[in-house]
């Protein structure tokens, strides 16, 4: 490696999973914290569990929500989409 032009190398990265350190990898940061990992995560524990992060569900249930598209931005009534044939 070329000196000076890389950052500086953590080769015990601690991997914090709601407050317990979970594992320990290489990085540029000496701590890392996580949301999900693969201890937690659906795909490989198997378990029927919903992950959500930052509320993005609901926000998007809210923004979509009943007359979303009924009015436009005017106040008008919008038209459906054409379709082709």
């Not at 317990?20 to 029927?48: D, R």
């Amino acid at each position: 490696m070329k000196p000076d032009i890389h950052p500086k190398y953590y080769p015990e990265c601690k991997v914090n999973f709601r407050g317990a350190v979970v594992m320990t990898v290489g990085a540029t940061v000496p701590e890392l914290n996580v949301e999900v990992w693969s201890g937690s995560h659906p795909f490989y524990t198997g378990q029927k569990t919903f992950v959500d992060t930052a509320g993005r569900v609901e926000r998007f249930q809210r923004k979509f929500a009943g007359g979303y598209f009924a009015k436009g931005k005017d106040g008008a009534e919008a038209k459906a989409p054409e379709t082709k044939k």
